[in-house]
């Protein structure tokens, strides 16, 4: 019982910690453009002009 005074509060501030991540990435605009993201993995880049 003594190790849950302890594992509770460290348990709710890594729970807080990754919601505020999670909120701080929605505001800066990381979830905006999910297709884009992924059309750019798979460009080799093949399509561009040489120097």
């Not at 505020?20 to 460009?43: E, T, V």
């Amino acid at each position: 019982m003594n190790t849950l005074i302890f594992l509770i509060p460290i348990a709710l501030f890594l729970g807080g910690l990754g919601l505020a991540a999670f909120l701080w990435s929605l505001k800066s605009g990381q979830y905006d453009d999910l297709d884009g993201a992924a059309w750019r993995a798979l460009d080799d880049g093949d399509d561009r002009p040489e120097k």
